[in-house]
């Protein structure tokens, strides 16, 4: 069974940092392409980061509101990806949701529960 | 970016109907789309890729049809565990955008 389970979440001041985690397991980690997807408090859901596997040299890519200041990288000998995020602004409140990426294209068939990032003041 | 346009917005049926969710692109996406599901309080569960490949375990009571700029996702003979909000996604270019979403509700 494919699971995803997402921690680091919390309230944080503008202008902070706070690093989240997925810990995976139930697939192959190491061939796989990660995605964070956010979802804000009016449900909007936003792709942000994606990460590709070795073979493509852990290539990343990043939605135009984050480039700068957000960070995803992976750890395949503990099956976990990570999103770095600094600077943070109150627009970056939302759920943080990790994926995998499918096999026929960038859609997103497993998630995890989500973890809720709060900036205020 | 490719913007993603859904409607409607909110839905409300009854069950056994069948109900249809549309989804237009700002421009082709050469059927690089995927629907997903979201239950209140659930993260999204995907149901479609490819415009109408059914993901694994999903009811065949949903499909996927479309081409071009406009897609729909239909639901046949509703049920009540298909309350829950409806999202589609383009993958077809980066950066990889949502629609607005449709909240369907029983009647």
């Known amino acids: 069974e494919v699971q995803l389970v997402e921690t680091g979440g919390g309230l944080v001041q503008p202008g902070k940092s706070l690093k989240l985690t997925c810990a995976t397991s139930?697939?192959?980690?190491?061939?796989?392409?990660m995605h964070w997807v956010r979802q804000s408090p009016d449900k909007r859901l936003e792709w942000i980061a994606r990460i590709k596997d070795k073979s493509n040299n852990y290539a990343t890519d990043y939605v135009e509101s984050v480039k700068g200041r957000f960070t995803i990288s992976r750890d395949d000998s503990k099956s976990s990806v990570y999103l770095q995020m600094n600077s943070l602004k109150e627009e970056d409140t939302a759920t943080y949701y990790c994926?995998?990426?499918?096999?026929?294209?960038?859609?997103?068939?497993?998630w995890g529960q989500g973890v809720m990032v709060t900036v205020s003041s | 970016d490719i913007q993603m346009t859904q409607s409607p917005a909110s839905l409300s049926a009854s069950l056994g109907e069948t109900v249809t969710i549309e989804c237009r692109a700002s421009?082709?996406?050469?059927?690089?789309l995927a629907w997903y599901q979201q239950k209140p309080g659930k993260s999204p569960q995907l149901l479609i890729y490819?415009?109408?490949s059914l993901h694994t375990g999903v009811p065949s009571r949903f499909s996927g049809s479309g081409s071009g700029t406009q897609y729909s996702l239909k639901i046949n003979s509703l049920q009540s565990e298909d309350v829950a909000s409806y999202f589609c996604q383009q993958y077809y270019d980066y950066p990889w955008t949502f629609g607005g979403g449709t909240k369907l509700e029983l009647k």
């Open positions: 994926t995998t990426s499918g096999s026929y294209g960038d859609y997103f068939d497993y």
């Open positions: 490819n415009a109408n």
């Open positions: 139930g697939f192959t980690f190491s061939t796989a392409w």
């Open positions: 421009e082709d996406i050469y059927n690089g």
